[in-house]
């Protein structure tokens, strides 16, 4: 799992390259197109970067200054297909979590009116 920034870097590498290919992409270039909520540095974009080349997410094949040629795997594609597919999954089960409350709070309420109405009959 990577964290929202890396996330966020490999995102952006994902739409820049495309399908494939190795693209030349400068820091400069790169920092215009990155959300900046996150804060991104130079330094930082360099560690991320290494850090997405030891995973297997892309591709660098050299580094030079600020110029990188670089090419995204699929892995990386594959992440955000993922990520998808599970967001997708965990809204289903919150709906299911809120429908049971739902249920289970009318059937005790339907059963609690139930029991009083019987214990009204009993006693009278």
Known sequence: MLDKQTASLLKTLTTIC???G???IEIKELLDKLPTKYNFAE???ASCMTYLADRSYIDIKYMENSVYCLACLP???????NLDETERQNRNYKKLFLYSVI???CA??????L??????????
Do not use: Q, T
């Open 18 to 20: 495309g399908d494939g």
């Open 22 to 24: 190795y693209k030349v």
């Open 43 to 45: 330094d930082s974009i």
């Open 75 to 81: 892995k990386a594609r594959m992440y955000f297909e």
């Open 103 to 105: 249920v289970s709070s």
């Open 108 to 113: 005790a309420a339907v059963a609690s009116f």
């Open 115 to 124: 029991a009083v109405l019987v214990g009204i009959l009993i006693f009278l």
